[in-house]
């Protein structure tokens, strides 16, 4: 059977419960939008793969529930991703404070941040 891809990439959402995580991943993975707010419980993932000059790239998407009450869990997933997007409402100030919170849980683990502007 032939390799379905070449290389694996692992990232991973993180950001205040509501600001549109689950969204933003349904829409790059199906073009999909659904506008209830069912919140993640600990975390689920999407993949998609692209062929980007003739390299197939698998992106294995981690979304992880904004939820205080997860981080336990969600902790345990910053370690294996290679790229973490720190996503917030555009509509809530507050949400876009709270990225400093993320970024420094975040600093324990990881050295690089993509850091996701708008949405
Ligand atoms: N207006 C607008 N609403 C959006 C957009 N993206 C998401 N939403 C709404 O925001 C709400 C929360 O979206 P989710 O993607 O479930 O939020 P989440 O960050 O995954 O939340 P948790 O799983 O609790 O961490 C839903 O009611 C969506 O309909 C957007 O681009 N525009």
Known sequence: ?????????????????GVGKTCLLCRFTDNEFHPSHISTIGVDFKM???????????????DTAGQERYQTITK????????????YDITS???????????????????????FPEW
């Open 93 to 115: 100030e507050r949400s876009f404070q709270h990225i400093m919170k993320w970024a420094s849980d975040v600093d324990e683990y990881f050295c690089i941040l993509i850091f």
């Open 48 to 62: 998609k793969t692209l062929e980007i000059d003739g390299v197939k790239v698998r992106i294995q998407i981690w």
């Open 1 to 17: 059977m032939a390799k379905q891809y070449d290389v694996l990439f692992r990232l991973l959402l993180l950001g205040d419960s």
């Open 76 to 87: 345990q997933y910053y370690r294996r991703a290679q790229g973490i997007f720190l996503v």
